[in-house]
């Protein structure tokens, strides 16, 4: 292999390559932190022609590929530890381009969510997809994960923003997915295999991101909920009378560790479960009928208590509540759920969930959180004191079959928005049939003839 290097580095002198011990560690993993970074390099090309070139050199020495941004990723789609290339696309970062008629801005794969965000302001517009990752995640992995967060229920997942994307393939070639069109239909839509694909098909090097207005002024509440089956009655309420921008929940097991973290009780008194929503609120008006939906929620006994911001200081002060809380858990290392179904199911199948956990976590803290607006709930099981790290992941996969069940009864998903990765690996039939498994493992063959990139991730 080091001849191979070698060659690598001869072949393209300018690359960034390395193999010293600490970039091998940073580089080999993401958030998950349950596998041993073990890869072969790391590279870090400036240009599409790089990515070119590694492709066929990887191809020509039977060498695996990992693509890297920002490793915020949570079911270990990033993880090189199995000698691969790592391709981190730190210098590639840049925005190319804005088309002000067009309405987008062509980017590199490796510039940050909030630096896209940024530069979609400094033109008057806005580019919707935003999550608490925003600072270190990047464009290439939201798009390999399709990823959604907390204004998936006005504006839908990252594939909703890609109007075009330049993959480089298995053979080295270069693939220009849908140049940026509005209406195509001219055949299959490449563009969206690859969306969500978690890095298996390919690698994208460059993407054409679609924005939009602005959205109004906001304001955020929060609203303390007594019971369980209350949470969708209290959706459908506020989804009636206000334009939401985001309706997310948490228990009072995230409210206790994100406000040991650093957060701002809300409420004086404890609540089991707490909604936060977002909704526009351009005047006075507009905050009249959030307190109306509020006092009609009350009176149904669907929330005990509220609190409406006053100020954009307030608002993130609430928003930390909920955004915090992977932070807060970090350091535990929660085994993670993240699972998604229609919304009309919610209530029958929490109710279930909650029996599974119950009788198979009796004296595990189990975190819920998440995007319930969109059928999306986050389960983070942290590991009681005593239990060693594989007995509690072993009862956690588990619980996962257990759950996965549960979501196949219903037609919903073992991953809403994470990624399959390494993680979910052997959970996937689940979710989907062995016809379609078979379907996509065609497609990876066809790309990745080779069998180069994220190898092992999704299915084997
Ligand atoms: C969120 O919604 C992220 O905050 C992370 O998707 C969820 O930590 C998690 O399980
Ligand atoms: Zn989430």
Same mark, same amino acid.
């Given at each position: 292999m080091t001849a191979a290097l070698a060659e690598l580095a001869a072949q393209l002198p300018h690359l960034d390559l390395r193999t010293d011990a600490v970039d091998l560690e940073h580089y080999g993993?993401?958030?998950? =932190?349950r596998w041993t970074p073990a890869p072969l390099a790391i590279a870090l090309p400036t240009g599409i022609a790089d990515v070119q070139a590694i492709v066929r050199w990887a191809r020509r020495h039977g060498v695996g590929l990992v693509p890297s941004g920002? =490793?915020?990723?949570?079911? @270990?789609?990033?993880? %090189?530890?199995?000698?691969e290339l790592v391709v981190a696309f730190d210098r590639m970062n840049r925005v190319l381009s804005f088309d002000a008629v067009d309405r987008t801005l062509t980017v590199e794969p490796g510039l940050p969510l909030e630096a896209l965000q940024s530069a979609a302001r400094g033109h @008057?517009?806005?580019?919707?997809?935003?999550?608490? %990752?925003r600072g270190s995640c990047s464009i290439g992995g939201n798009i390999a994960t399709n990823a959604g967060g907390i204004r998936v229920i006005r504006y839908g997942n990252t594939r909703e923003w890609i109007a075009g994307l330049k993959l480089v393939d298995g053979n080295g070639d270069l693939l220009d997915l849908n =140049?940026?069109?509005?209406?195509?239909? $001219? @055949?299959?839509?490449?563009r969206h295999l690859v969306i969500g694909a978690e890095g298996t098909l390919?690698?994208?090097v460059e993407a054409t991101i679609r924005l939009t207005d602005p959205p109004p002024p906001s304001n955020v509440m929060v609203f303390a909920v007594? =019971?369980?089956?209350a949470l969708m009655k209290v959706f459908d309420a506020c989804r009636r009378r206000l334009s939401l921008g985001a309706f997310e929940f948490f228990t009072d097991r995230a409210l206790h560790h994100v406000v040991a973290h650093g957060a701002q009780r809300p409420f004086e008194g404890d609540s089991p479960y707490y909604v936060i929503t977002e909704f526009d609120a351009a005047d006075e008006a507009d905050q009249a009928t959030a307190l109306e939906v509020f006092e009609d929620c009350a009176g149904q006994g669907w929330v005990d208590d509220g609190v409406l911001s006053q100020s954009d200081a307030q608002a993130a002060a609430l928003w930390r509540l909920r955004e915090g809380i992977t932070e807060s858990l970090a350091p535990h290392r929660p085994y993670k759920n993240d699972i998604s179904m229609r919304i009309s199911v919610i209530p029958e199948f929490m109710r279930e969930m909650a029996a599974v956990f119950a009788h198979e976590y009796p004296h595990f803290d189990v975190v819920w959180f998440g995007h319930i607006g969109d059928g999306n709930l986050h389960i983070n099981v942290l590991r009681p004191p005593g239990l060693d790290d594989a007995a509690f992941v072993s009862q956690c996969d588990h619980v996962t079959e257990l759950l996965g069940a549960l979501l196949q009864r219903v037609g919903g $998903?073992? $991953?809403?928005?994470?990624?399959?990765?390494?993680?979910?690996k052997p959970h996937l039939g689940s979710t989907r049939s062995a016809a379609e498994i078979d379907v996509m493992r065609g497609i990876k063959r066809v790309l990745d003839p080779g069998g180069l990139f994220n190898q092992g991730k999704l299915f084997d």
């Open positions: 993993r993401d958030w998950t =932190r920002g =490793r915020t990723g949570l079911s @270990g789609g990033a993880v %090189a530890a199995r000698g @008057g517009l806005f580019y919707p997809v935003d999550f608490a %990752a =140049r940026g069109l509005i209406k195509n239909s $001219s @055949g299959y839509d490449l390919g690698l994208v007594p =019971r369980m089956d $998903s073992i $991953s809403a928005e994470h990624g399959i990765g390494l993680v979910k």
